[in-house]
């Protein structure tokens, strides 16, 4: 029998285990193709069970989590979550009383749930279960950051662990502190959405005109590009405190958000960006250093959107013995977090293994073969894809790299990519400006062959295969992998063990070519979209992005 985990709020999605494998995952906006879609996943769930051949009622627990008001209301009323996800993305005109929008969405969303909200929740989902055909299921409602934890510890591989979680609000916390011991799990620490680190910094991105739960990453890259500010000048230190294993706010969310205004006021754009990221790298650390010395735990495992901050995460990296960082860290990755609670409670469950994130679906030849007719494209069957990309981006073209099961989680790690040397001096121009149209500072992240980590990176004794960690350049490699390092001489890589072996291969060839088995790897898609899941999609973006040549499958398409 299989489990269903659901999540419909921000990057709503669907997994799928069948008792400790996870069968399969996807999130709504690769079949929407609307970015970070909201709402009931109903397009992932049918798709799962065709994609799967199961039955409703082939589920014997279905679980879904967040049921704090302000979530339940949007439940009954879907037009709240649609109208914010246009005002959020900036699709829509500015609107008249734009902060008292954003007042009223911190007002709703930052209580804790309540037996009301909790029999509303239950209510909506057996509804929308039983119309489906679901029958005979249990039906478990898990908390926010009880499903952040459950994808943190679960699937880490660690025994003793210190589970981290946080985000911007979930439940009515913005973050946990819990010791796992392979077992069960004690919860030491909740920390209340009003102190919340991850809002703080929604609030600064949104402030810097960009798009809050979404363009995070940004900031934290130019960041990068600011002359440092001491901490003594730092006017956005003093927001926070941490206690032992508390984060404390001074200020409210909506004081908060207007004292930040103040201080942009007067701040230039990049120093503003790195007193942001400043306040949450000290204070996480603080709080995680506090943890590990109050209960002498040392392996780590976090999950929460906090933890797509891989300039943050270097410090847990730094401080604890062993890591994991959940590959889809943030609320998209909530679905399966459910999933993990309710089998766990139901029926004990506490370890999956996580050899991969390629969870999504998969297209069959004739399928590829169909979309290249569509297309009109030249193309031809290859020998040796993997050679024949090795070979092409050796000498620096740009290619697209589609092949296999789509990827979960917010990271392309070699079967949606985008790819070229990591030594091509203009690779990073050409992709942000005529290619994928990002802003020019945003860094591009390397995949190389993991026996490789140690050569290119220091502190890399342990290894990460889904670019949720920063490491930093050893210094001889600075001047050479040049396309795939970020201004402060640190990288994202994605270190590649024997998990894929076509786009190993492909790395293996580089190597046999350069002598560096390391290439950069970037998102399959247009920026701003999601990833490309279908090959008719992949065509429709080689044909708007006109890269070098792209290798779908067996096929090759290739600009003469
Ligand atoms: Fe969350």
New binding site residues.
Partial sequence: MYTLGIWDG?DAGVAVLEDDKIVFAINEERLTKRKLEVGYPVNSISFALSYLHLKPTDFDNVAAS?SDSGKTMSRYIPQLAKNYYMFRRRKVDRPRFEDLRRYSKYATTEGAPNPVSVLLTKQYYRQKLEKAGFKDYKLSIVD??A??AATAAYPSGLKKQLVV?M????DGLSGTISIFNGKERELLSRIPARDSL?LFYEQATNLMGMRELEDEGKVMALSNYATPVPDEKNKLLPFFSVDGMKVISRYNTIDRYNMLKKVMWGTEREEFAYMVQATLEKHLKELVQNSIDETGVKNVSMA??VFSNVKANMHVKEMSKSWFVFPHM??GG?AMGSAMQANYTEKGIARYKLEDVYLGPEYSENEIQAALKKSRLGYEKIEDPSSYAGDLISSDRIGFWYQGRMEYGPRALGNRSIITSATNKDARYKLNMCIKNRSWFQPFCPSLLAEESERFFEDAAQTNRFMTMGYRIRQEYKDIIVAVKNVDDTARPQMLESENPRYRMLIKKVKDNTGLGIILNTSFNMHGSPLVNTPEEAVQTYNSAKPDFMIIGDYLVEKK
């Avoid at 985000?167 to 979930?170: I, L, N, R, T």
């Fill in positions: 921000h967040t926010h950051h499903a952040h979680t985000d911007g609000v979930g991850g929460g959107g943030g609320d909530l």
